[in-house]
C-alpha cells in the first residue's frame, strides 16, 4: 500500500473509491477532473485490480497533490472485490464509487454531498450520467429494478436536455458514479464478491434497501460516462456477468411471498432472453450464465437466510420503488440497443 501527500489535516469527509483495471486511458482525465471539484475535502482511494497496461506509471507525480492511498492487487480480483477492499481503507463518513472512466463536473461531489445534508433519511445518492460520446443523451439515472428481476440504467438513450431533471427517490444509484454512507455500506456487508462484476450495485442497492435504506437521484451531480471501457458493451463477459448475477439477485433478495409470486414471471423473462441472446449469437455465453447460476443457487439460498431473516422494510415498501409494468422490461432493452 502507498500513501501520497499524507497532510490532509483531518479526516476528510468523502472518501473517492477508484477500481481499476488496464484504466490507463482514462486515468488522467477522470484525475483532472477530481482536481477541479469544487469541494477538496475528500481522499482517492485507488485500488489496482493487476492491471498490465502501465496503469500505476508515474502514479506518484501524477497524483501527488492528493491525499491518496493506493492498493495494487496481484491479480484481477474484481470490480466487488476491490470496492469492499477500499471501503476498508476509506476514512470519510461517506464512501463515492466512481469509474475510471466517469468523469465528473466540477460541482458533482459538492452537490451530493449538498443532497446528502438536506436529505438525511437517505443513504445512497445517485449521479446524473451523460453519455461521454453524445453528451446530449442521458447514460442513467439512477437504476430501477423490475419485479422480474431485470434492471436498467433510468432514462438511458433519452435526450439529456428533457430527462433526468428531477431530483426523486430511485431504486438504487448505479455504482459507476454513486455515493454511500460508508457505515451502512459495511453494515450490510458491501458488494457481494462471489458476483465479481455487473448486476453488484443492483444487489448492494437491494439489500440496503431491505435494511430501510433508501437512494435519492441528484440530477446536478453530473458525470461524464464512456462506459463498458474495460469489458466492452455487449461483450460475453457482460451478457455472462449480468445475466448469472441478475439470477442470483432475485434468489437472494426478493422477500418471500413476492419471490414465490412472481418466480413464474422470472423464469418466462429469462428464457425470453435467452433465446434472444442466443440468436444473437452469445449462446456460450447466456447458457453458461444459466447453468453457473442453477450450480450457484443452494450458495445463495444460503446467503438469503441470512439477509432476509434481518429485513427491516416490508415487502410493500420494496414493491413500491419496483417497476411493475409488464412490458416495460422489453422497451428498455430496445431502447438500450437501439443506436443512438
Not at 295 to 307: N, Q, S, V, Y
Request: hydrophobic share 40%; glycine share 8%; charged share 20%.
Amino acid at each position: 500500500m502507498s500513501i501520497y501527500n499524507k497532510a490532509m489535516p483531518r479526516t476528510p469527509t468523502a472518501s473517492i473509491i477508484l477500481v481499476t483495471w488496464n484504466s490507463r486511458a482514462h486515468l488522467d482525465q477522470c484525475r483532472l477532473a477530481l482536481v477541479s471539484q469544487t469541494r477538496q475535502d475528500f481522499e482517492v482511494v485507488l485500488v489496482d485490480n493487476g492491471s498490465t497496461d502501465g496503469s500505476l506509471e508515474g502514479i506518484e507525480d501524477s497524483w501527488s497533490g492528493f491525499h491518496m492511498v493506493v492498493e495494487r492487487l496481484g491479480e484481477n480480483k474484481g470490480f466487488t472485490v476491490g470496492n469492499n477492499i477500499g471501503a476498508r481503507i476509506a476514512r470519510g463518513k461517506w464512501i463515492v464509487l466512481l469509474n475510471a472512466d466517469a468523469y465528473p463536473e466540477p460541482d458533482w461531489l459538492a452537490n451530493l454531498l449538498h443532497a446528502a445534508e438536506q436529505n438525511p433519511e437517505y443513504i445512497a445518492f445517485s449521479s446524473r450520467q451523460l453519455q461521454y460520446d453524445s453528451p446530449n443523451l442521458l447514460d442513467g439515472a439512477g437504476d430501477a429494478y423490475h419485479i422480474s428481476g431485470l434492471a436498467w440504467r433510468n432514462q438511458f438513450n433519452l435526450p439529456a436536455d428533457r430527462y433526468g431533471r428531477e431530483a426523486k427517490e430511485i431504486f438504487s444509484p448505479c455504482a459507476a458514479a454513486a455515493m454511500y454512507s460508508r457505515e451502512e455500506f459495511l453494515n450490510v456487508g458491501g458488494f457481494d464478491e462471489d458476483y465479481f462484476s455487473y448486476f453488484e450495485d443492483i444487489d448492494l442497492g437491494f439489500r440496503l434497501r431491505l435494511n430501510g435504506g433508501k437512494c435519492l437521484f441528484v440530477p446536478d451531480a453530473v458525470v461524464h460516462h464512456v462506459g463498458s471501457a474495460s469489458t466492452g458493451k455487449r461483450s460475453d463477459f457482460s451478457v455472462y456477468y449480468g445475466y448469472r448475477n441478475l439470477m442470483w439477485t432475485f434468489i437472494k433478495d426478493m422477500p418471500s411471498y413476492w419471490l414465490w409470486v412472481l418466480f413464474p414471471l422470472h423464469a418466462a423473462t429469462m428464457l425470453f432472453f435467452t433465446v434472444y441472446i442466443t440468436m444473437r449469437g452469445q449462446g456460450r455465453a447466456i447458457w453458461g450464465a444459466l447453468l453457473d447460476a442453477i450450480l450457484g443457487a443452494p450458495k445463495m439460498f444460503a446467503k438469503r437466510r441470512a439477509i432476509q431473516k434481518y429485513r427491516k422494510a416490508s415487502p410493500e415498501d420494496l414493491i413500491r420503488v419496483m417497476s411493475t409494468g409488464l412490458f416495460v422490461p422489453y422497451r428498455e432493452f430496445i431502447k438500450r440497443n437501439r443506436t443512438p
